[in-house]
């Protein structure tokens, strides 16, 4: 059967991240404690008023296919959430999707033909090579470095630009660096979008983790004027723990929306009934604040934990909820060429789930995701030290 299938769909990689998580599910189905620093997922329960919410909904027969774009009080909900946060986005603006990912895919069919570009920052969230291939365009890595707090260059990106490059894609708080995008940075970046005409996707998801003074700074809260070409992303899974809910929502010029809620209407038909009542009680009810505090402890103690290892790096992470230090002073000895390896013997030998920098762009790495307990944080980065050091 693998020869039949499509060019375009031999060419999309399955998530290494849920394959981590898979090999993890099964080690611990067969009886061992397997500490996960793989998934991107809060270990925070959703909240009751989200809960209820949804078990009201299912009581009162709301099961049914819903609009497109989302049940209007949702995106009338939501207009209001993106008018707070600074984007004057009316409901018509506004539509819901199964998960910020369903939107990327939905942006990107909707944007690129084939051979037009997608340019965003390495280290980058894994999926989006994926999701650009899937939606027919074609990825290009922009370069960043840790010495620049992992910031895109304007500079840098002029130069990767070519003239099949259509859309420019940010994210920030970044997955998987932790880092903030700085006013400077975008607006600089601006300048270029106006230069050469790009549409700019931003994805928001982890807007509300961010453990600084330093303000969320989306592109249009620097440079409204290109809100004609902006499409904002965001969603439920990080900031209320419903990733499996499957709540995205995005945001941006109306013909954009409108062929984006199209695509959705024949491919899902609409985004999860229940989800959506469930998350007007979300939206009704922003995140605790011991939410983004008890993130923060285990964010410090595993910053603490890794300055423990020498020649391990790892620049503070300020936002979301992922640590990607570099271990490429280890890698190249005792059978372990890359972190690809490096990740494979930690799980078999260790028992800790991590995931490789490759997938996100930047080999030498590894991304650890702190939604662990105190003591997995600790034992976990303790035997990443011990399989190092045997390395060494
Ligand atoms: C940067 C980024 N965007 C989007 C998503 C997808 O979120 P959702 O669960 O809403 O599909 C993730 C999930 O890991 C992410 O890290």
Known sequence: MKERLSRKVSAIESSITLEVSAIAGRMRAEGHHVIAFGAGEPDLPTPDVVQDAAVQAIREGRGRYTPAAGIPALREALSARFQADGFPLPADQVMVTAGAKSALFLAFYALL???DECVFPAPYWS???EMVKAGGGTPVILATSAGDDFQPDADRLRETLTDRTRVLLLNSPNNPTGTVYSRETLLAIAEVVRERDLVVITDDIYEHLIYTDEPFTNLLHVAPDLADRTLVINGLSKS???TGWRMGFAGGPKALIQAMSRTQSQIAGSPPSITQHAALAALANPPAPDRLASLDARRRLLM??????????CPEPRGAFYAFPDISAYLGKSGVPDAIAFTKALLEAKLVAAVAGDAFGAPGHIRLTYCTSEEDIR????????????LA
């Open 113 to 115: 033909n084939e051979g």
């Open 240 to 242: 209320h723990s419903m």
């Open 127 to 129: 999926s989006y090579t």
């Open 379 to 390: 034992e976990g980065v303790r035997r990443i030290g011990e399989l190092l050091s045997e």
């Open 304 to 313: 603490g934990e890794l300055a423990k290892i020498d020649g391990v790096t």
